[in-house]
């Protein structure tokens, strides 16, 4: 199953190689990779989904194809979030910091919410919420849980920037786009309190499904 | 050259391109159907670029002045505005060479001048600089559905990243609330390009080349043409900006 960009053709067509390359040359510049630029981008693979498998194992084809299939995907992501950071406040252990993670994980729970609902009006299913994981100490040690949120943030920045020229639908798209700015602000806020560099690239880069998954998989399945 | 032969038609889905229409609501997610401010084409991606580059000037300068003014004395405070400086000045040289290749000139670097005692004070830079951050994330959104190059869109989504991280860093910084402060809610808010002219122009002496009307002065004048010739998407316009106008006052 190939997912065809803007039926099939080409976003860009250039008359000769210097100017792809000197096109390429300028992406890069701006973080932009070079693999948007040709026709007919194939963001998820052709096998059948195995309903016993965990959400890693399954891949990205779980998720279907177009719009929906984004949006299951960002759902996915999602309902991580939301409970790595509802089981993160109710160990109470961040101590003064928790203001700022409060309200991180209403925003993720309303993602939740907000992305189910979306899908529905499609009338389309909703994936279900996956069994999540974590390591002994993420809900013990402040350190490796705001390591962890770190890394959960950082990787759902990449996802939605690496979704953003995917998405078909307008709508879909600015809000797509709308909750990826509020993960960039918990990505900062996070890497702040994690007591790392809070903007480490002067433009948010971009992740396929496949690197997603492969990021999160140690969170997946019982 | 290279040539953009973008199916529009597919990307803007029910939009008319250029006529300010709004976009139909039925697939809109319920809870993010009152931030979308893209209710209208804004003009090319050109335009569009010459625009953000516009903001991006503005937002280099205020950071170069402001750093220089030594107000920020914290050493982990200090390193991440000099980092913003840095993404900002990267945002002007990513922005001008973008256009350069486009084969679409560069808007000239305005003439800035801040409200005297912006720099004299730690608290007085914060308060401007988390504006500015806060209207650089509102005006990205604001243009992303206008964008029709998809490496254009790309980029410009991945600056409007950075402006949300700047926003809540500052947010933190100035220990402003944590939601409504540091966060605005569960979703960013997009603001109209006319409604961002009319809140940064005070800073800007002068627009060159942008093709840009001259300053809105009166509450009536706030809207792009575009929008102002439907009166639901005025609607929505003022719907959606009324939190972050009140905000600047």
């Known amino acids: 199953m190939s997912r065809e960009l803007f039926d099939g053709r080409a976003v860009i067509e250039f008359d000769n190689e210097h100017d ?149 639908d307008a709508a879909i798209l600015g809000a797509a786009a709308s909750i990826a700015g509020v993960e960039s602000r918990h990505a900062a806020v996070l890497n702040y309190l994690a007591q790392m560099p809070p903007v480490p690239n002067p433009v948010e880069q971009h992740a396929t499904m496949d690197e997603t998954l492969t990021a999160i998989k140690p969170f997946l399945g019982a | 050259m290279m040539k953009y032969i973008l199916n529009r038609r597919s990307f803007m889905g029910r939009t008319a391109v250029g006529t300010g229409a709004v976009i139909g609501g039925g697939t809109a997610i319920e809870l993010l159907s009152s931030t979308r401010a893209w209710a209208a084409a804004e003009g090319t991606d050109g335009d569009i670029l010459n625009f953000a580059l516009t903001l991006e000037y503005l937002e280099a300068t205020f950071y170069q002045q402001g750093n220089a003014a030594n107000v920020i004395v914290d050493a982990r405070e200090k390193d991440i505005f000099a980092t913003i400086q840095k993404d900002e000045e990267a945002h002007v040289t990513a922005l001008t060479e973008t256009l350069n290749k486009l084969g679409v000139a560069p808007v000239a670097k305005p003439t800035v001048t801040f409200p005297s005692g912006t720099f004299a004070t730690r608290a007085s830079y914060l308060k401007l600089a988390l504006v500015f951050e806060n209207t650089g994330v509102g005006a990205y959104l604001g ?65 060159p080349n942008t093709g840009f009307a001259p300053a809105p002065q009166s509450a009536t004048n706030l809207l792009p043409i575009g929008l102002a010739v439907g009166g639901a998407a005025a609607a929505l316009v003022a719907f959606r900006t009324r939190g972050a106008r009140g905000e600047r006052a």
């Open chain 1, 20 to 168: 792809r390359r000197s096109f390429l040359k300028y992406a890069a510049l701006v973080g932009v990779g070079g693999a948007l630029v040709a026709s007919g981008t194939s963001a998820l693979a052709a096998a059948s989904p195995s309903p016993s498998a965990t959400p890693a194992a399954r891949g990205s084809s779980q998720f279907g194809a177009g719009d929906v299939g984004i949006l299951n995907y960002a759902l996915t992501l999602e309902y991580l979030e939301a409970e790595f950071y509802q089981k993160g406040l109710a160990a109470n252990i961040l101590g003064d910091d928790a203001k700022y993670v409060t309200p991180v994980a209403a925003h993720e729970a309303a993602h939740v919410q907000a992305i189910t609902a979306t899908l529905q009006k499609l009338g389309a299913t909703p994936a279900t919420k996956p069994t999540f994981k974590f390591p002994d100490t993420t809900f013990t040690d402040k350190a490796t849980f705001l390591k962890t949120a770190v890394t959960f943030e950082e990787t759902g920045v990449k996802a939605y920037h690496g979704q953003i020229t995917l998405i078909k």
């Open chain 2, 143 to 207: 243009q992303a559905g206008s964008i029709t190059n998809k490496d254009i869109l790309q980029a410009a989504a991945g600056i409007f990243g950075i402006e949300a991280r700047h926003a809540a860093l500052i947010g933190v910084i100035s220990g402003a609330a944590p939601e409504g402060g540091i966060y605005k809610g569960a979703t960013e808010t997009a603001i109209a390009k006319g409604d961002v002219l009319a809140a940064v122009m005070p800073f800007l002496g002068g627009m």
